[in-house]
Structures are given as C-alpha cells and as structure tokens.
C-alpha cells in the first residue's frame, strides 16, 4: 500500500507558523525525512498500540504546529499535527498528546491546532527541562508513549530530560541529534567554561580523549559517549540512524530511535529507510 503524509487545511490561520531560523521557510527535509519517517512509524505500530488503553505522545520542542517549506506559499501540518493524523487509523489514536516548547505562544498554538484536529492536547510552555517535570505526573501508570525531541541545537538536549522520561515504564525515544552542531563546536565545548554540550552528555569531557581531536573524530567520540548513556539506561538504540542534509549536502541531524523492546526497533528500521541510513561522520 502507498504512503502520502497526512495534510490539511490550517483551521487557525491566525497562529505563529515555523518558518526556520531564516524566517524563509523550512527545508523540503522536514516534512520529506523527519514527519514522514514519524508518520510511517506512528502508522507501523498501531498494533502495539491496540494492546494499550493509555497511549502518550510527548513533544518537548513542538513548534507552532504549522510550518511553511521554502519557496512554497502555503502551510503544512507540524511534527504533532502529523502524529495525532497518522494516529487515527484503526481507531488507536492518542489518548493524550503533551506539547511544548520554550515560546509559549507556540506551545499554545500547537495545543489550539491539535485540539482543533479532535486531539486530547495539553501545552506546557516552558523550557524542556522544566516541563518534563510537569508532563511526568500527567502520563497515566502504564501507558505506551512515544518521546518526540526535535530541538535546534544539541545544547537544548538535555540528558535529564531523557532520563526523566525513561522511568516511565513503557516508553520508546525519536530523538533529532544535531550533528552539524556536534561537528562545528566540538572542538571550541572542550573548553570547560563554554559547556554549551554539558547538558546534553554529562562528563563527556572525562572520556573523550583530547587527541581525538587531532584526529578528527572528536565528534564521533562524543557520539558513541552519548549512545553509552542512553545504553545506561536500559535502551537499545536502532542501527538505523537516518542523516538529514540540507541543500548544500551539508549533515544536519541524525535520526536516533531507542527503545527497551525489540519490536519498535525493527519497525523504526522498516521505516525510516533513507539514501543516509546509518551513523556516518
């Protein structure tokens, strides 16, 4: 069967819309590698979620929930929109979506969108660090989640957030890492007053051998360290690590999927099939 990403009409044209860091319109990427391999995934596990009463999507750095690509005139559905839509086949839908994001003029503009779709949405303006302490008592005992984290830059992606989230017990992680800037600033984070990547992998410093950098493979190293952590805590992370570029073939993220069971892993790797599949600095 053939796969279209979900699309629709914005039903409040008066709220913010991502238009990316240049204010020109998003890369053709997102809703070309990073929505549909969402899509694809929500729509591969609706089996799973059948055997769930309570299913949770959580979003910490959801956007506006409209985005406009560049060089075209009108808008797309957001990460969350695109979630909750390809959620509604085979009557398994969420059962609570949980948006956020820094701004909060956008987290309540995505709550509003999702809400106006029929989506059960609840904002949580606020700094993701900040707003998994919120989200954590709201995610009803032994609900299936799924954690979306889709921030700028590696400094917003906060460790603790993903240690927060992996007490839930039943809980599997898409997680964009920014490589570009891995690879930009590495060299200049080693610096321990900068810290800008402390956040992101406590005491990788500790084990990141300042040669690496003479090598070139500082950025890999910090990776690995990174995926050690995540192994740290009872997640098994997917080969399967989709590189999205920009126009200029330049890496911006890796898709990362880590989960503690062996099915969401397989289906993320049946899905998110791309010319750069795997981990490749």
């Known amino acids: ?60 750095f959801c956007g506006p929930g409209r ?20 959620s509604l086949r085979d009557n398994v839908a969420w059962t609570s979506c949980f948006v956020g994001d820094l701004d909060m003029a956008r987290a309540l503009a995505c709550a509003e969108r999702l809400q106006a779709m ?30 979306y984290l889709d921030p700028y830059n590696l400094q917003y992606l906060s460790f603790s957030v993903i240690e927060k989230l992996a007490r839930l017990k039943f809980v599997d992680f898409a997680v964009h890492f920014s490589t570009m800037d891995l690879r930009r600033n590495v060299l200049m984070e080693y610096n321990p007053e900068r810290a800008r990547f402390d956040a992101a992998a406590p005491g990788w410093r500790d084990h990141v051998d300042p040669v690496a950098f003479v090598r070139g493979d500082a950025d890999e190293a910090f990776f690995d360290y990174w995926c050690g952590l995540v192994r740290g805590l009872g997640f098994s992370i997917s080969r399967r690590m989709p590189l ?38």
């Open 244 to 281: 999205v570029r920009d126009e200029g073939n330049r890496p911006l993220y890796h898709l990362v999927f880590f989960s503690r069971h062996e099915l969401p892993n397989r289906i993320w790797g049946d899905v998110a099939q791309g010319p750069n599949r795997e981990f490749d600095f």
């Open 118 to 147: 029929g989506a059960p949405a609840t904002a949580l303006p606020g700094a993701a660090e900040s707003t998994v302490d919120q989200v954590l008592p709201m995610i009803p005992k032994g609900a299936l989640c799924l954690a």
């Open 67 to 86: 985005i406009q690509v560049k060089g075209e005139t009108t808008t797309r559905p957001g990460g969350a929109q695109i979630a909750w839509q390809h």
């Open 1 to 60: 069967m053939s796969f279209s990403l979900a699309g629709s009409d914005d039903l409040l044209p008066h709220l913010p819309v991502e238009l990316g860091r240049a204010g020109q319109g998003v890369g053709r990427w997102v809703p070309e590698m990073k929505h549909t391999f969402l899509a694809k995934y929500v729509e591969g596990t609706r089996r799973a979620r059948e055997k769930f009463k309570q299913r949770v999507y959580v979003d910490l």
